[in-house]
């Protein structure tokens, strides 16, 4: 008799009953992000990579470049071994998210934890209704910011086994690798130290 069915059918029927607490964040859709053009100019709406955010505004690179997270905190985060997934809500038309996204991207990149996973999705404005028809004709109902309850964007939400543990909300309480640590419980000892 073949027992890997049952086993596999088991895992599912167990993932489906631990993904449905009323506290687990909704997986977003996958599919491609589109080009809108909008009132104030072109931007980017849906699911997006690094990659494609640097190919649509290459002016990110100098935020990337000249942030410089604390040292300390950066070791400290380098040792958390949390299986975390941080769904960063933002806007390419947004000063805020043009400036923390990419710094963010410097800080994920120097801390090098393989088991943190970044999933951005690309938000039009409130008002843009041909960010409304977008969401529409690709089944993204509720919107982004319904669905993550976003009032300000970038928004970071950090979750661990699909429960949400913090939020990193527009711009960092104290710099984003404090905000991070906070959420985390990471403490960092001082270099000096």
Known sequence: MNRTLPVALLLVLCATVLSAGQDALPTPPV???????????PYLIGPLTRDGWKAFAPELQPEYADYEPSPDLVRALSYSRRDVTITCVLGTWCSDSRREVPRFWKLLDLIDVPD??????????????EAAVWLDDNGVAPGYRERFAIEFVPTFIVTE?????????????????????AILGVQATPAWH
């Open 161 to 181: 086994d699909g429960v949400e543990i913090g939020r990193i909300i527009e711009t960092p309480e104290i710099s984003l690798e404090a905000d991070l640590a």
């Open 31 to 41: 599919f491609e992000p589109a080009q809108l053009e909008g009132e104030k100019g």
């Open 116 to 129: 943190l996973e970044l999933v951005m999705l690309a938000v039009g404005r409130t008002d843009a209704p």
